[in-house]
């Protein structure tokens, strides 16, 4: 089992940054990937940025160049920079854990707001 616990979200206004940061504990030695979601109201949750075990990462079309995802494996955290803010990037943002045998486990989310 692992657990996640993501942190770092709020209220900011267009332009702006925030960091979410994304804690691992319990069989952390599984973990193959981590990454993290967003469902804005009345959407799907969609991707928005991951990265591998061994570094690669990708991005949504959307937040390319404006967020990126990094991991610290000897804090077990993962985290996700956004700057230049949108309102559209309005939503509550998971953080997902992927380990070696496929299992998918998820954080409790974090609301980020931004406003015009």
């Known amino acids: 089992q692992v657990q996640l616990v993501a942190s770092g979200g709020g209220l900011v206004q267009a332009g702006g940054s925030l960091r979410l940061s994304c804690a691992a504990s319990g069989s952390i030695f599984s973990i193959n990937a981590m990454a993290w979601y967003r469902q804005a109201p009345g959407k799907q949750r969609e991707l928005v940025a991951a990265?591998?075990?061994?570094?690669?990462?990708n991005y949504a079309d959307s937040v390319k160049g404006r967020f990126t995802i990094s991991r610290d494996n000897a804090k077990n955290t993962v985290y996700l920079q956004m700057n230049s803010l949108k309102p559209e990037d309005t939503a509550v943002y998971y953080c997902n854990a992927v380990n070696q045998l496929g299992a998918s486990y998820w954080g409790q989310g974090t609301q980020v707001t931004v406003s015009s």
């Open positions: 990265v591998a075990g061994g570094g690669r990462t």
